[in-house]
T-cell receptor, first 109, second 116 residues
Framework: AQRVTQPEKLLSVFKGAPVELKCNYS??????LFWYVQYSRQRLQLLLR??SRESIKGFTADLNKGETSFHLKKPFAQEEDSAMYYC???????????FGGGTRVLVKP | EADIYQTPRYLVIGTGKKITLECSQT?????MYWYQQDPGMELHLIHY???????EKGDLSSESTVSRIRTEHFPLTLESARPSHTSQYLC???????????????FGPGTRLTVT
């Protein structure tokens, strides 16, 4: 069975400080990992995926297969980063997503 | 414009009523999904469909049912609503674009259901 764990329900940081959201997963094969974000009163949307190795809005995430982690990082948080962030995993078929419990990020001025 | 539409956005209904939550997409996607989400909590997959006349139950057991008669339409029905069904329901669709190695799910705005 596949599982995604986000240990922090809430992260509160000051503007300009680094922020790291933790994500750990369990999956027997080679998963695809994603970060989704939901801003206030907006839809859930894809932020980034590990396979693209991209940086979106200053965020990066590295897949660490040894530690089964996919932590999301940003060196300098901005107030507009305040949102709900979900880590998600899909298996070989690439269809169904398993989501973590989400982490609410609050960036204070 | 390509999008995913959900109606109604908000619904307050009494116990025992039959309800249908509508989801339509003009993205041209073959795969569609329904998730249930309580406020600030994780999303749970309750139904999915890989194409017309194909529906499967998701990871979270649900008393709702779905149908997929047309590619763009994936309604969810509750025959007899109960207070335990109070939640937010999110519809999503996905398709792998040429040259992409992974699927990206696109979400609708959600329907917030309250059963009194």
């Amino acid at each position: 069975a596949q599982r995604v764990t986000q240990p922090e329900k809430l992260l509160s940081v000051f503007k300009g400080a680094p922020v790291e959201l933790k994500c750990n997963y369990s999956y027997s094969g080679s998963p695809e990992l994603f970060w989704y974000v939901q801003y206030s009163r907006q839809r859930l949307q894809l932020l980034l995926r590990h396979i693209s190795r991209e940086s979106i809005k200053g965020f990066t995430a590295d897949l660490n297969k040894g530690e089964t982690s996919f932590h999301l990082k940003k060196p300098f948080a901005q107030e507009e980063d305040s949102a709900m962030y979900y880590c998600a995993l899909s298996g070989l078929t690439g269809n169904k997503l398993t989501f973590g419990g989400g982490t609410r990020v609050l960036v204070k001025p | 414009e390509a999008d995913i539409y959900q109606t109604p956005r908000y619904l307050v209904i009494g116990t025992g009523k039959k309800i249908t939550l509508e989801c339509s997409q003009t993205m041209g996607h073959d795969k569609m999904y329904w998730y249930q989400q309580d406020p600030g909590m994780e999303l749970h997959l309750i139904h999915y469909s890989y194409g017309v006349n194909s529906t499967e139950k998701g990871d979270l057991s649900s008393e709702s049912t779905v149908s997929r008669i047309r590619t763009e339409h994936f309604p969810l029905t509750l025959e007899s609503a109960r207070p335990s069904h109070t939640s937010q329901y999110l519809c999503a669709s996905s398709s792998r674009s040429p040259g992409q190695a992974s699927y990206e799910q696109y979400f609708g705005p959600g329907t917030r259901l309250t059963v009194t």
